[in-house]
């Protein structure tokens, strides 16, 4: 067992009252935190994964060892396990190389491996929306984007103006208030320039 799976808690499951049992393995991007399959692993694969870094299952088809990505390349790299409250199955965090699945789809549920960030990713797709349909949109965000970038960038610019004023008082109910429409009025300058939120999470990662 390795020290970081001694950090994060991982007692491997009860082997030998689990004799030839097979264990349920969840595969989660370490990253975006999405599940990208669900495999089942038995002891030796255990192990072998810890030793190799690479996700190993035990085939059922095949009735042997695999590593995920041994024929298409597509790896998954280890980053840390997990056992669950009644140590029979595994949560498996990893570094994806490529596509997981076979069929080339990033998950087993042809879902986009994207990181979101919950209601704002909500928002910046509404945004997405007014941008494509701004000359037949009645809203304001739809409005901005008519005006062109100038304006947009003159938004941010005062609301980023009134939320350090907000900041140097004692209203939390004013300055919430305030820094809520910077935000908003930032997402629609990231698109205005063709980014998203998860450009600018890119950057700071480059920097961590």
């Known amino acids: 067992m390795s020290k970081d799976d ?27 935190k999405n599940v990208l399959m669900l495999g089942y692993m038995n002891e030796e ?14 085939s059922r088809s095949k009735q042997r060892l695999w590593t995920k990505g041994e024929e298409s390349g ?3 790299n280890l980053v840390s ?6 140590n029979d199955a595994l949560l498996i965090s990893v570094h994806p190389v490529g ?24 928002l910046e797709e509404i945004i997405t929306s007014r941008k494509e349909h701004k000359e037949n949109e009645n809203s304001y965000v739809a409005s901005l984007f008519r005006k062109g970038i100038n304006k947009i960038a003159q938004k941010v610019g005062e609301e980023a103006v ?7 008082d004692d209203n939390d109910d004013l300055f919430l208030n305030e820094s809520a429409d910077l935000l908003f009025h930032y997402l ?19 920097r961590h």
């Open 45 to 58: 694969a255990v192990k072998r994964t810890q030793e190799t870094k690479k996700v190993t299952f035990f």
């Open 99 to 122: 596509p997981t699945c076979h069929t080339g789809t990033d998950t087993c549920w042809a879902e986009e491996n994207r990181s979101t960030f919950g209601f704002l990713s909500k």
């Open 81 to 86: 396990i997990k056992n669950d409250c009644d």
């Open 188 to 206: 629609i300058l990231l698109q205005a320039k063709g980014f998203t939120l998860n450009d600018i999470v890119k950057v700071l990662e480059s």
């Open 6 to 32: 001694n950090k994060i808690g991982f007692n491997p499951p009860p082997w030998g009252e689990l004799e030839g049992a097979l264990v349920p393995a969840i595969i989660q991007d370490a990253m975006t």
């Open 162 to 168: 009134e939320t350090v004023i907000e900041a140097k």
């Open 74 to 76: 597509n790896f998954l």
